[in-house]
């Protein structure tokens, strides 16, 4: 993430030089210099978000659309930066996947999303929907009992978050 941001932070640094060595104003007169400041910065910005997030062409290789230029280093770096952080919340959510652990999946299946879609104010209908998707194809599905109850860990988790999969767990023990 720092890597991200110190591209874009020197990105935005070298087009303020270029607009302070070319003495932009922006149609600003001269004697009103915050006003000049504060344009600079704002154009020097926008400006390398600009630059950074443009292509020079698109290449289609298979069924895959290739940037060419400036768009190409951030998609990198954007994808390295997604791939980080599923590892970091993957390691996470391992930790977190036996919160179900000690209940009876036939309990826990009944009862858990209830308890987490009850407690979301903001859960949509489509999300609901597809939560339910997911857990009929885990109660359908092979695998023993706490191979599902991980499963419907990690899908609730997907939806609510680890924490409120952890509270809803402690209420179904009695907690």
């Given at each position: 993430m720092w890597l991200y941001c110190s591209v874009n932070a020197l990105a935005a640094l070298?087009?303020?030089?270029?607009?302070?060595?070319?003495?932009?104003?922006?149609?600003?007169?001269?004697?009103?210099?915050?006003?000049?400041?504060?344009?600079?910065?704002?154009?020097?910005?926008?400006?390398?978000?600009?630059?950074?997030?443009?292509?020079l062409f698109r290449l289609r290789v298979g069924s895959q659309d290739i940037d060419v230029g400036p768009a190409a280093l951030v998609q990198q770096l954007q994808g390295a930066i997604d791939?980080?952080?599923?590892?970091?919340?993957?390691?996470?959510?391992?930790?977190?996947?036996?919160?179900?652990?000690?209940?009876?999946?036939?309990?826990?299946v009944s009862e858990a999303p209830a308890l987490c879609a009850g407690v979301l104010q903001s859960l949509t209908a489509d999300q609901q929907a597809?939560?339910?998707?997911?857990i009929e194809a885990i109660t359908g599905g092979k695998g023993s009992e706490e191979t599902k109850l991980r499963m419907l860990a990690l899908e609730l988790m997907n939806v609510a978050g680890p924490e409120i999969?952890?509270?809803?767990?402690d209420k179904l023990r009695g907690g």
């Amino acid at each position: 993430m720092w890597l991200y941001c110190s591209v874009n932070a020197l990105a935005a640094l070298l087009a303020f030089a270029l607009i302070e060595a070319f003495q932009w104003t922006g149609g600003a007169p001269a004697g009103e210099t915050q006003k000049i400041a504060w344009l600079r910065i704002i154009t020097a910005g926008f400006s390398s978000m600009v630059l950074l997030r443009s292509s020079l062409f698109r290449l289609r290789v298979g069924s895959q659309d290739i940037d060419v230029g400036p768009a190409a280093l951030v998609q990198q770096l954007q994808g390295a930066i997604d791939r980080e952080i599923d590892r970091q919340e993957g390691q996470l959510r391992l930790l977190a996947v036996d919160a179900l652990k000690g209940l009876r999946f036939e309990d826990a299946v009944s009862e858990a999303p209830a308890l987490c879609a009850g407690v979301l104010q903001s859960l949509t209908a489509d999300q609901q929907a597809q939560l339910k998707k997911s857990i009929e194809a885990i109660t359908g599905g092979k695998g023993s009992e706490e191979t599902k109850l991980r499963m419907l860990a990690l899908e609730l988790m997907n939806v609510a978050g680890p924490e409120i999969v952890k509270a809803v767990a402690d209420k179904l023990r009695g907690g």
